[in-house]
Nanobody
Framework: QVELVESGGGLVQPGESLRLSCAAS????????IGWFRQAPGKEREWVGC????????KYGGPSDGRFTISRDHAKKTVDLQMNSLQPEDAGVYFC????????????????WGQGTRVTVAS
């Protein structure tokens, strides 16, 4: 059974940073393309960015605006989302997703999804 688990969410003040991590059991994330998504209350899920299984340069969606960085830790078999200069509009539940395709995208349906970790940005 495959399970993805996000961690690192929490409450921060505007301008602060958070680092989210995506880990998995049942699969080796090093062999999967990973996407990060978020969903704010009352809004549709949006694509934050992704990293292909071949670790080519990450791709980012609109929410990143140059503030987010996705990276892979091969030793830990995790994929992290570093978020800097967080603003209240960045609040929501952040999800990671894994797919066996060699390329990553914000458009296709990923094979596996985590339950999400909540990010709250408030002063």
């Amino acid at each position: 059974q495959v399970e993805l688990v996000e961690s690192g969410g929490g409450l921060v003040q505007p301008g602060e940073s958070l680092r989210l991590s995506c880990a998995a059991s049942g699969i080796d994330l090093n062999h999967y393309s990973i996407g990060w998504f978020r969903q704010a209350p009352g809004k549709e899920r949006e694509w934050v960015g992704c990293l292909s299984s071949s670790d080519t340069r990450p791709k980012y969606g609109g929410p990143s605006d140059g503030r987010f960085t996705i990276s892979r830790d091969h030793a830990k078999k995790t994929v992290d989302l570093q978020m800097n200069s967080l603003q209240p509009e960045d609040a929501g539940v952040y999800f990671c997703a894994a797919d066996s395709r060699a390329y990553c995208s914000g458009q296709y349906n990923y094979d596996y999804w985590g339950q999400g970790t909540r990010v709250t940005v408030a002063s």
